[in-house]
């Protein structure tokens, strides 16, 4: 393999600026930089970042565009396959997926492929989204439950299609975590409302404030004419580690703590006084994205000292990597292979300290990392005044009201078949979080895109077999 050029950065907001104000930290690329980065793809005659990608977006031939100056080429080979593009190529693990299989990567750094992707949607996104002509009605109608990327994806694709689709949203604004839990920092909000109103474009009804399992259970969405449902209603459920202290004034859910500032928009005091406790000394336990967007969420909003906590080592934590890098250079403190076991009161109930234990790594465990395996004796307390549990969340079950038929698995995750979302109900699919536990974006936008297909093809012959177990392998 010939010379290649080095990889080309993205410009940022200098650490020191950042920590003082919610603005997008990842600047994007300049025309310059996209082309030349745009040079760096090899064209493969089998491209292998195609197949990394859960949606398979045409990588190379949006790139081949964006190299010829045929930007609008460039937008329609990316979104043909993709209707969220601006979000994927801000938040996507593109390390672990289509940059894993850039054939370059394998003696130089992958072409930045997210970088690119997010400019081309940025350069559609300043020219005004063109809306594809609708297809012909097939006269069918489907439910989508939950405006997250999966219900968004399933609903647009579905709508393409020719469906009438209705998507039903519980909150009173669309887009699921990346609306109510990804920092503006990360995600601005006017780049998931331009996506989402593309998907509306698309001929999607969108239904807000409506709670389905409250408003409407799934047998009478199916009972009043919809014939079929899509659940995608993700993973909203926070968990909590069971140590004493957990119910001290103090502590938050990352949930609760990031829909305060981001959905409810306490980061914009005054403008809006959403009332979000912000106290000197904070810690956050775990060491996802999740929890990197609340510790540095916590030192946007004015903290002194923002303390991370997490059970295993750096090399295990979940978060990207990016975005680890990122809170470290804003002065977060990392305790790796360190755990809470106790939240410690003052005698009016607020928060004052954590007890600490060190961890060591053991056997692997299911997940094949090594165990993290307590230090009898290691035992240390340090001062702090709020906590941000960030372990993982799981399905809210409110979406199961009266539903026995649909069978969950024991961490409340919905069982349905990988290739197409169907659940042991018939004429309802899932995908996303509400199936996988928390995940991916896109992730969850692949399961969102499969069950679409899956529909359509039921839909035109709805007398096939509904459910056969997967084979063992
Ligand atoms: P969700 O995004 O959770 O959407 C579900 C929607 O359903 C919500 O809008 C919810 O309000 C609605 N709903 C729930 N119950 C009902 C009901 N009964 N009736 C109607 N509507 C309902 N992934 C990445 O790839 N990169 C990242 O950088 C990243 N960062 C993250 C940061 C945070 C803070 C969090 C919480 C997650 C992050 N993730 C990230 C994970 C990713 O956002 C999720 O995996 C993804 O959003 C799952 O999509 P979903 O559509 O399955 O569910």
Not at 433 to 460: N, P, Q, Y
């Given at each position: ?145 939950g ?23 519980s ?40 709670v389905?399992g ?19 209603t993700g993973a909203g459920l926070p ?154 969340t799981r399905p809210n079950p409110m979406v199961f ?11 409340g ?21 509400i ?39």
């Amino acid at each position: 393999m010939a010379k290649v050029a080095p990889r080309n950065e993205m410009p940022r907001q200098p650490a020191e600026e950042r920590i003082h104000n919610f603005d997008e930290v990842a600047l994007g690329y300049s025309a310059e930089r996209a082309a030349a980065e745009a040079e760096r793809c090899l064209q493969c005659k089998k491209p292998t970042c195609i197949d990394g990608c859960p949606v398979n977006v045409r990588i190379p031939e949006f790139i081949l565009c964006l190299k010829q100056g045929d930007m609008w080429g460039a937008v329609e080979a990316l979104k043909d396959l993709n209707n969220l593009p601006a979000i994927c190529g801000r938040v996507c693990p593109q390390e672990s997926q289509c940059e894993l299989t850039c054939v370059l990567g394998k003696k130089f750094e992958p072409v930045a492929i997210g970088r690119l992707e997010r400019y081309v949607a940025d350069w559609e996104m300043e020219q005004g989204v063109r809306t594809p002509p609708r297809a012909p009605s097939s006269g069918r109608r489907v439910a989508v439950i939950g405006a997250g990327p999966a219900g968004l994806t399933c609903a647009g694709d579905l709508a393409k299609m020719g469906h009438e689709v209705t998507l039903f949203e519980s909150l009173h604004a669309p887009g699921g975590v990346l609306i109510y839990g990804i920092p503006e920092f990360r995600l601005p909000k006017s780049v998931v409302s331009t996506e989402v109103k593309y998907v509306e474009s698309l001929g999607v009804e969108l239904k807000l404030n409506s709670v389905i399992g409250k408003l409407y259970t799934l047998d009478e969405l199916l009972g009043d004419g919809y014939d079929a449902v899509f659940m995608g209603t993700g993973a909203g459920l926070p968990q909590w580690m069971h140590i004493p202290g957990e119910n001290l004034n103090g502590v938050y859910s990352a949930n609760e703590f990031l829909t305060r500032t981001n959905l409810m928009k306490a980061y914009r005091f005054p403008e809006y006084d959403t009332p979000v406790m912000i106290k000197p000394r904070v810690v956050v336990v775990g060491a996802g994205n999740v929890a990197m967007d609340s510790a540095r969420s916590a030192l946007r909003l004015g903290a002194e000292e923002v303390h991370l906590v997490y059970r295993r080592s750096e090399e295990q934590a979940p978060a990207r990597r990016e975005e680890l890098e990122n809170a470290k250079e804003e002065g977060v403190i990392f305790h790796w292979l360190t755990n809470p076991v106790e939240i410690l009161g003052t005698d009016n109930m607020w928060v004052r300290g954590m007890r600490l234990q060190a961890q060591e790594l053991g056997e692997p465990d299911s997940s094949g990392r090594p165990r993290p395996v307590p230090v009898p004796g290691s035992e240390y307390d340090m001062n702090t005044d709020m906590v941000v549990m960030a372990i993982g969340t799981r399905p809210n079950p409110m979406v199961f009201t009266d539903q026995p038929d649909l069978e969950r698995t024991r961490r409340g995750t919905v069982v349905a078949i990988e290739e197409s979302g169907r659940t042991k109900k018939p004429r309802v699919w899932a995908g996303g979080d509400i199936v996988t536990g928390a995940a991916t974006v896109i992730s969850a936008m692949g399961a969102g895109k499969r069950a679409a297909g899956d529909i359509d093809a039921f839909l035109k012959d709805s007398d096939q077999e509904w459910w056969a177990e997967p084979e063992q392998e």
